[in-house]
């Protein structure tokens, strides 16, 4: 069973930066992809980026240039840094773990992200 633990969440203004951190537990962690979702109120969960276990990223293009998702295999831990941040940005924000293997998901609780302008 794999479990995800996300941080970093907060209220910041418009313009400014945020890094969200989720840390995994398990084995598994460094041959899975893993990912950032988020999800406004009345909105569908969208997918904002992804990394493979070779490292190759993937943005959504809302976020493309300003967001950067990086891994940690050491630790177990996938990062968000979240720059020029924009009063759309505001949302709950998922980790997610896709292990290819067993073609299982894991979600995390998730952490608000609050952008005020």
């Known amino acids: 069973q794999v479990q995800l633990v996300e941080s970093g969440g907060g209220l910041v203004q418009a313009g400014g930066s945020l890094r969200l951190s989720c840390a995994a537990s398990g084995s598994i962690f460094r041959i899975s992809a893993v990912g950032w979702y988020r999800q406004a109120p009345g909105k569908e969960r969208e997918r904002v980026a992804g990394i493979l276990s070779n490292g190759m990223t993937n943005y959504a293009d809302s976020v493309r240039g300003r967001f950067t998702i990086s891994r940690d295999n050491a630790d177990n831990t996938v990062y968000l840094q979240m720059n020029r941040l924009k009063p759309e940005d505001t949302s709950v924000y998922y980790c997610?773990?896709?292990?290819?293997?067993?073609?299982?998901?894991?979600w995390g609780q998730g952490t608000q992200v609050t952008v005020s302008s």
């Open positions: 997610n773990l896709f292990q290819p293997r067993s073609g299982r998901n894991y």
